[in-house]
């Protein structure tokens, strides 16, 4: 199966600066990754995706790197601003379980004023 | 394109009783996964049905129960709840349900006295 881990649990960033938010994950085999954004009272939302024939992609103001040799992905959000306070989660396709996504157990991040 | 429709949202039940959700796709999706989330657990999957079939299942009770419809529409039941079963329950769906994004509703929250 696959397990998918956040490195940090919480994340407090000055609004402007930027941030970043790592997960592990631990198949090998795992070769599609999703971050999602979950605000308060909602459900996650998704930010952005990566396949793992590529190892960066960008969206708008977010950049998510795959590291495929140490198992590493990562979430970059520029200009870090008040509306991206959320808990962030990082999931995985599980290759053996073909239709169950695996997620971490995701990032609160505080933006600071 | 409407999102994803959960209801109730909010629901409160005793122990021993037994409680129906209810999940609306998006329209044209035909996979839909349910997922429990706890403060302590984080996001575990319970199952996941496309086209009326339940195609994997996550490592829960058999007291939680589900079923999809010929629309895609998604029920789950959770028959002589427990204290511990106080959650938000999420639903997701997606085209075909095997890597590619899941779309999240906003979740019912289940609280169980």
């Known amino acids: 199966g696959e397990s998918v881990g956040l490195h940090l649990p919480t994340l407090s960033v000055q609004e402007g600066d930027n941030s970043i938010i790592n997960c592990a994950y631990s198949n090998s085999a795992s070769d599609y990754f999703i971050w999602y954004k979950q605000e308060s009272g909602k459900g996650p939302q998704f930010i952005i995706d990566i396949r793992s024939n590529m190892d960066k992609r960008q969206g708008q103001r977010v950049t998510v790197l795959l590291n495929k040799t140490v198992k590493h992905l990562s979430l970059q959000i520029a200009a870090t601003q008040p509306g991206d306070s959320a808990v962030y989660f990082c999931?995985?396709?599980?290759?053996?379980?073909?239709?169950?996504?695996?997620f971490g157990a995701g990032t609160t991040v505080t933006v600071r004023a | 394109k409407a999102g994803v429709t959960q209801t109730p949202r909010y629901l409160i039940k005793t122990r021993g009783q037994q409680v129906t959700l209810s999940c609306s796709p998006i329209?044209?999706?035909?996979?839909v996964s349910w997922y429990q989330q706890t403060p302590g657990q984080g996001l575990q999957f319970l199952f996941e049905?496309?086209?009326?079939?339940?195609?994997n299942k996550g490592n829960f009770p058999g007291r939680f129960s589900g079923r999809q419809f010929s629309n895609s529409r998604s029920e789950m039941n959770v028959s002589t709840l427990e204290l511990g079963d106080s959650a938000l329950y999420l639903c997701a769906s997606s085209y075909q349900g095997s890597k590619e994004t899941q779309y999240f509703g906003p979740g019912t929250r289940l609280l169980v006295l």
């Open positions: 329209s044209g999706h035909r996979s």
């Open positions: 049905y496309f086209s009326e079939t339940q195609r």
């Open positions: 999931a995985a396709w599980d290759s053996v379980n073909d239709y169950k996504l695996s």
